[in-house]
């Protein structure tokens, strides 16, 4: 059995700030959303580019930890003990 989940990033910028959601979809997804965000230092030209990866990286960080918290809980539950998973 094949199941699919994809990963769409959203952004928001105004030229000196970028805010990144990371949003997991699917039949069978979580259902888990995550932000990220850059900011382009005052010294530096402003490139989108590079503002976009830095807060799609922290958004995807943020949300691969939200995925592996929710299924620690889930585990938690059915083992009805606490758990302690290596990340």
Do not use: N
């Amino acid at each position: 059995m094949r199941h699919e989940w994809d990963v769409r990033l959203f952004f928001d910028e105004d030229g000196r700030h970028t805010e990144c959601e990371a949003r997991l979809v699917g039949e069978r997804a979580p259902g888990v959303t995550a932000r990220g965000a850059s900011t382009c230092s005052d010294t530096d030209r402003p490139e989108a580019r590079i503002g976009e990866e830095l807060a799609a990286a922290r958004a995807l960080s943020a949300l691969a930890r939200k995925v592996f918290s929710q299924a620690s809980g889930d585990i938690e539950d059915e083992v009805r003990r606490p758990i302690h998973l290596m990340y």
